[in-house]
């Protein structure tokens, strides 16, 4: 059985009277990426923060490697995040004064390795993210889409056994957020991290191996994956949506409306909505979307089990690649064809 290497225990905090998470249950294991979706104010970015160590629950029990993370002094809980955790957020926080490159080593050179090799560590990641080019400027004088992926590869150039991603596409255009998000997997896959990828867009949380659905601070729906070990995830997630339509509406048996693939309301959602959002259209989102992304030569992942078996696929939009692979469906979604997703701008 794969090792938790992170775990919340009945967490709640409050924002003065408001009560933020009520009584929020996680475990991420090794080499798995976990999603953790909701509308705006549902308690995701307060559960990344607690787990993380940078908030302190009122109450419950926040548990890495093994050990009670939550009860040490605030230098511990510091000196453990910069050696086993990554992090990613949705408008990277990188130091504007540094280098692309200078940005990267940061966390080797806070841990003692040497400066040449941490150079060299550094500039390799960026090699492996397509900015290597980017490495002597200053962040003022690159993209966004540049300036994230040098976010991720600071949060990976240290191999840290957990990557946290705070809504890690929020400002990049598609083809950056798949690059990045193919980034993120390949760290779980190869490094055997684990990732938590906080979002409220379907298509992000369609990377995942398992989805945690939050709604007024409590977990309101969840899917699991038999095995969530490094060799059952997916080389690369499915491009598309899945289980959620693009052009807004209710996405049948979550009770959540979704308009442009974030969730924006709706009423309170049964404990099996997590399943209900794959099973509303599995595979009809897979060709929308996706045309920008194998143009430019991205990577297209293949599906993850439980989607829907025989799901109708949409056509592709013109521009398209010819004959591109539509990922097959997930075993243990709702059979029957699935509503075509309207393509992303």
């Known amino acids: 059985m794969t090792e938790v290497i992170l775990e919340g225990r009945k967490l ?32 995701k970015s307060t559960l990344l923060h607690l787990l993380a160590g940078l908030l302190r629950p009122a109450s419950g029990e926040v548990w890495l490697a093994g050990r009670r993370f939550d009860t040490l002094p605030d230098r511990r809980r510091s000196a453990l995040r910069l050696t086993q955790m990554g992090f990613v957020f949705q408008f990277g926080d990188l130091i504007p004064e540094l280098t692309v490159v200078e940005n990267v080593e940061l966390p080797l050179l806070l841990t003692d390795v040497g400066r040449s090799q941490a150079r060299g560590r550094a500039l390799d990641m960026l090699d492996s993210l397509g900015i290597r080019s980017q490495a002597s400027r200053r962040l003022s004088q690159v993209s966004g889409g ?21 809504e890690p596409t929020g400002a990049l255009d598609t083809v950056t957020g798949e690059l990045v998000l193919e980034a993120m997997i390949r760290a779980s896959r190869e490094q055997g991290a684990a990732v938590m990828i906080v979002t409220h867009e379907l298509k992000v949380a369609s990377w995942a191996s398992r989805d945690i659905l939050l709604r007024d601070g409590r977990v309101v729906g969840a899917s699991d994956d038999a095995d969530p070990s490094p060799a059952a995830l997916p080389a690369v997630a499915a491009a598309g949506v899945r289980g959620a339509r693009a052009a807004g509406g209710p996405v049948a048996g979550s009770g959540v409306g979704w308009a442009g693939g974030s969730a924006v309301g709706g009423p309170a959602i049964p404990a099996g909505g997590a399943a209900g959002v794959r099973a509303a259209g599995a595979a009809g989102v897979r060709a929308a979307g996706a ?9 297209t992942p293949p599906a993850r089990p439980g989607d829907a078996a025989g799901a109708a696929t949409p056509p592709a939009r013109p521009g398209d690649a010819a004959g591109a692979a539509t990922p097959p469906a997930r075993p243990g979604d709702a059979a029957g064809p699935a509503r075509a997703i309207a393509s992303e701008a």
């Open 291 to 299: 045309a920008g992304v194998r143009a430019a030569g991205a990577a």
């Open 12 to 43: 709640r905090y409050r924002f003065g009277a408001d009560e933020a998470l009520r009584g929020v249950d996680i475990a991420i294991s090794q080499g798995e990426v976990v999603a953790v979706m909701g509308p705006s104010g549902s308690g």
């Open 146 to 166: 540049e300036a994230q992926r040098a976010a991720v590869a600071r949060a990976l150039v240290h191999q840290p056994p957990v990557l946290l991603a705070d």
